[in-house]
């Protein structure tokens, strides 16, 4: 059983940046894909951003391509996720998710009810 934990949510300003951390253990994860979904209030989950293990293949969703940036460092069983020219609209609970299948499109195989970090509150004021 694969645990996630996320840190690096808080406060920030419209304009500003954070860094998301997540950290895997408990399984034979180092060659998963990890990736990142959000959920504003009163709204849908939204599949933002996704890495394979090797870090040749990456996704963005067009609300967040070329502002942030996933990036994974095996070594330390541990995806990020840089967020620079934050909005308000960047509101939201972000989690973690492993085990599941992407492409350019989007994913193709859902992470599994225990696939998933706890959330981490991030919240921009304008």
């Known amino acids: 059983q694969v645990q996630l934990v996320e840190s690096g949510g808080g406060l920030v300003q419209a304009g500003g940046s954070l860094r998301l951390s997540c950290t895997a253990s408990g399984g034979t994860f180092s060659r998963y894909t990890m990736g990142w979904f959000r959920q504003a209030p009163g709204k849908e989950r939204e599949f933002i951003s996704a890495?394979?293990?090797?870090?040749?293949?990456?996704y963005y969703a067009d609300s967040v391509k070329d502002r942030f940036t996933i990036s994974r460092d095996n070594a330390k069983n541990t995806v990020y996720l840089k967020m620079n020219s934050l909005k308000p609209e960047d509101t939201a609970v972000y989690y973690c998710a492993t085990r599941f299948g992407f492409s350019s499109h989007g994913y193709y195989s859902a992470p599994a009810p225990d696939d998933w970090g706890q959330g981490t509150q991030v919240t921009v004021s304008s």
């Open positions: 890495i394979n293990w090797s870090s040749t293949s990456t």
